[in-house]
């Protein structure tokens, strides 16, 4: 016979009987009873397990063209850009930068600090580096917000504002020095945004160009670490962007992405705003290249908006977004100090929807944020079934050292993974590009390989990704194409167009390698630039032995 709990308990009350000892004669007894200590049984300690690290060779002097470098990157547009310039500056100074991480002499690690995990593989690819018997120079937002961080003690680091100087700090580096930039980039006594942006680059891919606008943020969301590290807003000159945009189509790059940690302030601490540099960057754009906006968070893009819908339809600007929402309920915004409501979030949705039609509006979500209920994930769950949105980037709360949320009643880590899945079945269970046709007619701009190397990838006026077959010569053009299939993710097409009819957005030297964002490419040739640098090291050096020659000749050593 099965016997049910409710069989044998009726209600919590039935585990209590009117004779047990009330809890006031319970405690009576407590000042006659002694505690023992309780002897803690030892237990043979096992030797750590000892990992050896390989000795680093350390120099006495640096020659060019000698030196192996190795980098690595984590985090967003605007640390992608960082790595480039760092690159740039370490290809012109003479060093090879390599993928081959065991052949490197020296590792530079460009950290991100939004969450957890992705400092944890930054720490633990410094102690590779360490067991590998590689310098490392670390870089990127960890180090600056949180220097004298265990695990970074006795590192070179280099600062998100000093990132021009990486040359020096490898050099020392190698030479078994420990050197830290931190402090901020100041001209004339004020600061500024960063390093020049006209500096050389090796990027990541040689068609698209990632222009940093502003550094730092005019909000203080309780669970921002990044704030530590990029602090308060400081924007680059309308000029000084627009001329290095300018001069990056003239490399034969296609496409421009504009990044910061919030493009929606741009310009307000120089008199300036994000709709008067777009519009100024607009008339740059060369026929068939395009322009991608970054992310910009709602309160600052709200009284822009009859300015933003008119940019964001015009033909060379991408009709996308980027705005992270966070959560759906009120109440969970309030707590992490995000400074607007779920109804300005639904009006600015609703606007560029009805101005720029098929409009691409990306959003972020924290699941599990320190005191949200279930009536609050519910919100969040009603926010994103309404609008849909075709690229919903969910995360998990991860409470970041020295942050308030850190200190905050957490949600328990079970049901934070249960939210997490609950949106994920959400967002999964609709396709966005189902509302093309098979056989619509799409044009796209082709810059980059797919991750399984098997198609090219385009993207339409909407950024939405289009996956083409590999035909040659396709990379850097502007093609017409017939959607033959659909995913979750991306559209399959085909190209319609002759290749006479391709529009060539890029100079045949920029789109000349095969695309793979694996490889870096410099773009500024350094190569006459590293033979004279070579030369001139060589001569300073024989100079310099002739002339202690000399003197201890005259003096007789």
Not at 290 to 308: A, F, Q, S, W
Not at 346 to 375: W, Y
Request: with cysteine; hydrophobic share 35%; proline share 5%.
């Amino acid at each position: 016979m099965d016997i049910s709990c409710e069989d044998i308990v009726g209600d919590i009350e039935d585990l209590i009987s009117f004779d047990d000892p009330t809890p006031a004669e319970r405690y009576l007894n407590k000042k006659d009873v002694t505690v023992r200590a309780k002897r803690a049984k030892v237990r043979p300690s096992r030797p750590k397990e000892v990992v050896a690290c390989v000795e680093k060779p350390l120099l006495d002097s640096v020659i060019p063209e000698t030196q192996q470098i190795y980098m690595k990157t984590w985090g967003c547009a605007h640390n992608t850009s960082d790595t480039e310039y760092m690159a740039g500056q370490l290809a012109q100074y003479g060093y090879n930068l390599t993928n081959d991480k065991d052949s490197a002499d020296l590792w530079v690690l460009n950290s991100c600090t939004v969450k957890n995990p992705s400092e944890d593989t930054f720490r633990n690819e410094i102690e590779a580096a360490h067991q590998a018997g590689k310098h490392v120079v670390v870089a990127g937002c960890v180090p600056q917000a949180a220097p004298r961080s265990d695990y970074l003690k006795g590192l070179s680091v280099v600062g998100v504002q000093q990132i021009d100087r990486v040359a020096e700090v490898v050099e020392e580096t190698l030479k078994g020095h420990s050197v830290r930039l931190l402090q901020a980039k100041k001209v004339d006594g004020r600061k500024v945004a960063g390093p020049k942006l006209a500096l050389p680059k090796v990027r990541k891919n040689p068609l698209i160009e990632v222009i940093p606008i502003n550094s730092g943020c005019l909000n203080a969301c309780t669970y921002c670490k990044t704030k530590f590290a990029r602090a308060d807003l400081v924007s680059y000159p309308v000029e000084e962007i627009v001329d290095r945009a300018r001069q990056v189509f003239q490399e034969g790059v296609c496409e421009i992405w504009l990044t910061s940690e919030d493009t929606g302030t741009y310009g307000r601490d120089i008199g300036s705003s994000l709709p008067e540099l777009l519009w100024k960057l607009v008339e740059e754009i060369p026929e068939g290249c395009m322009m991608r906006l970054g992310m910009t968070n709602p309160p600052y893009i709200l009284e822009h908006l009859d300015e933003m819908a008119k940019i964001l339809s015009h033909p060379r600007v991408y009709s996308f977004l980027h705005i992270p929402v966070q959560s759906g309920s009120d109440t969970i915004l309030g707590d992490m100090k995000r400074e607007y409501c779920v109804k300005d979030f639904e009006r600015m949705v609703d606007f560029l929807r009805a101005q720029v039609p098929g409009i691409t509006i990306a959003t972020d979500i924290i699941c599990g944020f320190p005191g949200e209920t279930e009536a609050d994930f519910q919100d969040t769950l009603a926010l994103c079934g309404k609008y849909q949105f075709p690229s919903l980037f969910i995360n998990q709360f991860f409470p970041r050292p020295g942050t308030p949320a850190a200190k905050m009643t957490k949600v328990p880590a079970n049901e934070v993974k249960t939210r997490t899945k609950r949106l994920t079945d959400l967002f999964h269970s609709y396709e966005p590009y189902k509302k093309y046709e098979l056989g619509s007619k799409q044009t796209v701009l082709v810059t980059e390989i797919s991750h399984d190397r098997k198609h090219y990838v385009g993207h339409n006026k909407f950024y939405e990704q289009i996956l083409l077959p590999m035909h040659n010569n396709l990379l850097g053009k502007q093609v017409k194409v017939e959607i033959t299939g659909c995913t979750k993710f991306s559209m399959f097409g085909k190209v319609i167009q002759d290749e006479r009819e391709w529009v060539n957005c890029s100079k045949p030297n920029a789109a000349a390698g095969d695309g793979n964002t694996n490889t870096t490419k410099l773009v500024a040739d350094s190569g006459e630039s590293k033979y004279r640098t070579m030369v001139a090291y060589l001569f300073i050096s024989c100079s310099l032995a002739i002339v202690c020659k000399y003197i201890f000749m005259f003096f007789d050593f």
